[in-house]
Structures are given as C-alpha cells and as structure tokens.
C-alpha cells in the first residue's frame, strides 16, 4: 500500500495548491466570507474525492490541470456541505477534523455564507475556459455536479438523515440515504475522468458501478468506525450515531455482517474495473483502503 | 403603465409554471426539503428578474423555452439567497412578503437545505440541453451565475451588509455592497438575453450598462420604501434599516437628494438601450416602474 500511499499524499498535496490558488485571500470589505472558505477547505483531510477525480482522469490521459480544477470543485462541493451540516440547526458540530467548525472559528451567518459561496464557486470552476477547451464537457461537467448535489441527491440524502432521528429506516432507506447523501458525490468524483475524456459509455458505466459500490463500502466503514473507532483517531466521539438513536448498517446488520458485506463491495468495486486492466490498479486499491482506514 | 403591468403579469405566470414543472413535488423520504423549496418558489414576488430576463432575450428573439429556464434559474437563487437571509443567524425574519418565512414554516435545517438545494438546481437548469442547443451558451450562462452569485458577488455583498452593523459606511462602500448584494443579479438577469443570443459585444455592453443604473435604482427605492413605505403596503416593518444602525442611500444622502439620484439613475439607464429602438420600450418602463412602486 506505499504507493498507494504516497499517491494520494500528492493528489492531496495537488489538489490544495489548487485550491490555494482558486479562493485567494481578498482585501475587500468581504473578506471574512473568504477567510472562512479559505479555512474551511484547507482544513486537511484525507482528499478521497480529489484522488478519485485525478486518478479516474489519468485513465484517459485527460490534461492534468483540467482534472485537478474538476478536483478542486468537488472538494469545494464536500467542504460546503460539511460546513452547513455541522452548523447548530444541523449536526452541531464544535469541531471537524480536530479544528473548530466554521461556524465556531467565526460565526453562525458567516458559516452559512461560507458554504453558499463554496458550493457556487464549484459550478463557477467546472464552466470555465481553464477547465476543458470543450464548452460540451464544462456543461456536462455542471450539469452532473447540480445532479449529484442537489435535491435528488447530496441534500436529498442530508435531508433524509436529518428526518431520520424521527424514524426507524431499514436496510434499503439507508442505503438510499448513502446513496444520495454521499455516494452521489462519489459517484461524480469517478466519472469526472470519463466526462473530461468524452470516454464510450462502456468506460462512464464501469466507473459509475465502481463508484457506486465504493460509495457504499466506505459508508459501512464510517459506520464501522463510529463504533469501533478510537476518538483520538478520528477526531470524533466514539458512538454518537448510537447515542443519537440514528439507525446505521452497524445497527441493522451488525459489525460482522457489515464489515463482510464492505468487503464484497470492495471486490465488486474492483471488478468493474477490469477492463481498464493494470491502469486502474490504484483505483483498486484506494477501494482497499476505504475500509480498512482507521480514521 | 398598463402595458407595462400586463407584461410583468405575463412574465411572472410564465416563470410561476416553469418553476412547478421545474421543481415537481417528490413522494421520496426527501420530500419535505422539496416541499420547502416549492414553498420559497411560490411565495409570490414581483418577479422583476425573470421579467429582466425574457424581456433581454426578447430584444434578439431567442426561442422562449430557454429565456423560461433561464428566467427560472435566476429565480431560484434569488429565492435561494431570500431563505437564507431570513435565517436566525443572518436577519432573523419570521415573515416574507406577509407568509411565514420558510424556517417558520418548516424549521431551520430544512431552510438551510432548501436554499442549498434551490442554489445548485439553478445550475442543473442552465447546464442542461433544454436550455439551449450549443453548450458554449449553457457553460457561459453558468459561468456568469456563478460569478455574480458568489464571493464576488451576492454572497459577498450579503457579508459586507452583515459586517456593516459594526461599521459606518460611506456611500461608496454602500454603492459597492449594493452593486455586488443586488446588482450583480440584476446584472446577470439583463444580459442573460445576449448570452441566449450569443450577441454582439456592443448589445452585451449595453445591457450591462442597464442594468448596472437600474440595480442602484432599484436599492434606492428600497432604502426610499423602508422609510416612507407603510407596513400593509411592504409586508416589512417601516424604518427597519433605521431601527438597525445601517447605512443606507437614504441615511447618508438624504430622502431628496436619494429620490433625485434614482430619478437620474433611471433615466441614465433607459439611455443605455438607446441601440435597440422601440423594441426596448419595456425595458425602459420597468426601470420606471421600480423606482414608482409602493411595495
């Protein structure tokens, strides 16, 4: 797993200075607003999206710039969303990643503030020039972004876990859930290759089937984690999806079952690969280390 | 005026059902964050955007299924932006035009996910091939929304306007707070026409120009409303902005001087369409009508 690794340390690495260099420090009266998207994206994190994005595009040979721009969008789509989801009326979070949250670091309407304008940038990076010469691609770029974000997907799903503190969800409400609160995002991550590629349909399936299998696989692990992790390692408190009463694939199939069923989706995940033989090995392996990462 | 009347009549029952074919109501566990963003849609509203739209697209007789859209667009991120500002933590307004406001209604995190949700479909909307057949005009139209909705426009005026209850502004710091909080949408709805059209530079300067005189204007006769507009007639507590410290055009310059700089604005504005003739009369009638009207 050391190239794994070290790829995604610089995928990481590439997508911050990026981002760096998309949300640049202003001097103007509205500068709190940016100092907020600037802490909220720079906050660490592991940058899965963005490696999906890279690694997906080098499938194809897709321009490297192109690709780490589409990189940085979603990261800023992931940033706004854990943003607005740990303000007060959400999740209350005091802390992300071991840091105050946004709204802690400043305030409740600047947080707000500081997701919105994260979440419009994105669509603002992926219709540029600078992103693809191709106007079709920067179009079918926004379009599947809004799709994976919005009501039918990301906010449906935060929606649907938001409501799901007053309801008992079994085995198929969840995995809609996941599907929609993160795999949809997921899903885009890895089929960004295929649009910025203008790929056949064979290769834009196979990664969405990947995607869709990874999506939920790392979910399981979430879930694995909340009650078999150590706070120290995931900078979160032990248990709390259990102390909310919230139903998880932990609490409806149990940690055996769950961490067997996140294996078999590993191994579908990887499947679906296989007609991009040896290329897509790290996109194997990321699949890997989804569920067995301890944070 | 009648004409005038008839036409916003016109326009805002067209975006009214582009909006309800637009945002269908979902049977799915998401539906109540659905529920609150037909909720925002159909609040009623002058609807002066999207007329500003069908209105720049009727000047070069673009197909009007795709000015509709368009119109639709701009209409769910000023929606968008209304939710939001009404928020606890931004205005705290329990009520928008008379009805509650939509974290009333619902409940703040639903609020805050309606705005994000409305926000991102207006992407999917202008993105999408329906809205036009060359992609270069949809990755154009998103690209222009995100600019003019973002840190560096609406997003960040709405920053400023918040900070500015710690501050005095001067009237060019207000002249900029307005110009990126209300302008830049404004902006956007005018030449949203000529990107519909791909028209010549000159048209697009031309409308930029518009709109640019008739934003101000428009704020003008805010600020001019909240002192000497009555509560039946606004839906909006009378001296609002005054209660609140905040600068405002008519703080700084004065009822008199303020009426006469909105009166030049407009007339300033109505010249700037001087290229399109007769064909932009309507135009020109509702830069009147904003500084007129009593609510």
Redesign the interface.
């Given at each position: 797993m050391q190239r794994l690794e070290s790829a995604l340390a610089v995928a990481a690495e590439a997508v911050n200075r990026t981002l760096d260099k998309l949300v640049p420090p202003?001097t103007?009266?509205?500068r709190?607003?940016?100092e907020a998207?600037r802490y909220a994206l720079m906050g660490g994190g592991k940058r899965i999206r963005p490696f999906l994005v890279l690694n997906s595009a080098r499938l194809f040979d897709v321009p490297e710039e192109g690709a780490r721009r589409t990189a940085a969008a979603i990261e800023m789509v992931h940033s706004?969303s854990l943003v607005?989801d740990d303000?007060p009326?959400?999740d209350n979070a005091d802390l992300r990643r071991g840091r105050p949250s946004v709204h802690r670091q400043f305030?409740?309407?600047?947080a707000?503030?500081a997701?919105?304008?994260l979440?419009?940038?994105a669509?603002?990076v992926?219709?540029?020039p600078e992103t693809h010469a191709?106007?079709?691609v920067?179009?079918?770029l926004?379009?599947a972004?809004?799709?994976a974000?919005?009501?039918?997907g990301m906010?449906?799903?935060?929606?649907?876990d938001?409501?799901a503190q007053h309801a008992t969800l079994d085995l198929e409400?969840i995995t809609?859930?996941q599907r929609?609160k993160t795999g949809a995002i997921i899903g885009f991550s890895c089929e960004a290759g295929a649009i910025l590629a203008s790929a056949p349909a064979a290769a834009r399936l196979a990664l969405q089937l990947y995607a869709e299998d990874l999506g939920l696989a790392f979910q399981i692990a979430d879930d694995l984690l909340d009650v078999e992790g150590s706070e120290a390692e995931t900078g979160k408190p032990v248990g709390a999806d259990a102390a909310a009463g919230k139903a998880t694939f932990v609490s409806i199939l149990g940690a055996e079952r769950a961490r067997a069923q996140a294996e078999l989706l590993v191994a579908q995940a990887a499947a679906h690969l296989d007609l991009f033989e040896q290329r897509a090995e790290l996109l194997r392996q990321v699949a890997r280390f989804v569920i067995d990462r301890r944070t």
């Open positions: 202003v103007g009266a509205e709190r607003v940016v998207m706004y607005h303000l009326a959400m305030d409740e309407a600047t707000i503030l997701g919105d304008g979440l419009t940038q669509f603002e992926l219709a540029a191709d106007p079709l920067r179009a079918e926004a379009l972004l809004a799709r974000a919005g009501a039918a906010v449906g799903g935060q929606m649907i938001l409501e409400a809609r859930l929609m």
